[in-house]
Structure formats: C-alpha cells, structure tokens
C-alpha cells in the first residue's frame, strides 16, 4: 500500500513567491503613483474650495439684491467703493485683490491690483464702474486662482 501526502514541495512554494515577487514589483510604483496624484488632487480641491468661500464673501458684501433698502444699497456701493469685506478672515496661503475696471471691463490706466481688506475706512476716492476680483489658494503646482468680474451695486 502507497500512501500519499497531500500538500505543495518546496520547488512550488518557491515558484509561488518568486511569480508574487515579480507581480509586486511590477505593480507597487503604480499604486504609488496613484497615491500621489490623489494627494495633489485634494490639495487642489482644498486651495479651490478655499478661494470659492473668499469669492463668495466678496460678492456677498459688494451684491444689491432686490427687496434692500436705500441705505443697505448705499452700505453695499460703500464697501464696494472701499474695496473692502467687513469681518472677511483669509485662510494661511489665500490672497484676494481686485483692479478697478471700466463698465466694459477695460483696465483703468494706473490702477493695478490692490489687497481686499477687511476694515473699511469711513470715506473712499473712488466710485469705479466694476472691478475684477482675483483671488488665489495653494502654492507651486497646486496654486489655483479664480477670477470673477463684479459691477457696482446699482
């Protein structure tokens, strides 16, 4: 009578690790690639949601909407014409400037991009038809700036 053990030799084992060697080498790099590509990717969603919320506020603060009152029209042309965002609070890396512009969105001679602030000053200069917002978020490769155009409250 033969008896007959069941299991693998030591040649198969060792051909089973050798064929997972290979597939790990040659797999691994990509996985790690991937990897990579998602971390830039959520820190250029994260700079672009930042910037979208800075956007916003400035629009929010330099916006007439119907049903306001005379003097909520004339506290929006204020800020506006400041060039301020009461209570705005900028993450670490966020800039937000804008440029003064004509009402068809030509760059005023000598006006270049200024800093939004958030302390408006009692009285302002200028009264322009419409400036361009540009705000930014992010550093290098992952740096992203969103532009946006906005009238004077009317």
């Excluded at 089973?16 to 790099?29: I, K, Q, T």
């Excluded at 916006?63 to 003097?71: V, W």
């Excluded at 506006?80 to 004509?102: H, I, K, M, Y």
């Excluded at 969105?105 to 991009?113: Q, S």
Aim: glycine share 8%; aromatic share 2%.
């Amino acid at each position: 009578m033969t008896s007959r053990q069941q299991g693998l030799t030591l040649v198969e084992v060792l051909v089973a690790l050798a064929l997972f060697g290979v597939l790990m080498a040659v797999l691994l790099p990509s996985i790690t690639a991937l990897l990579g590509i998602n971390r830039q990717g959520e820190r250029q969603l994260n700079g672009t949601t930042q910037a979208q919320q800075v956007i916003e506020s400035v629009k929010g603060a330099w916006q007439d909407t119907p049903g306001m009152t005379a003097a909520q029209l004339q506290q929006a042309q204020d800020r506006f014409d400041a060039n301020c965002v009461p209570g705005l609070s900028l993450p670490s890396g966020v800039t937000a400037r804008s440029q003064e512009r004509t009402s068809r969105a030509a760059v005023i001679t000598g006006k270049t991009l200024v800093d939004i602030v958030a302390a408006c000053p009692t009285t302002s200069t200028t009264s322009p038809a419409m400036r361009r917002v540009q705000v930014s978020a992010g550093t290098g490769a992952q740096m992203v700036t969103l532009t946006l155009d906005v009238l004077r409250p009317q």
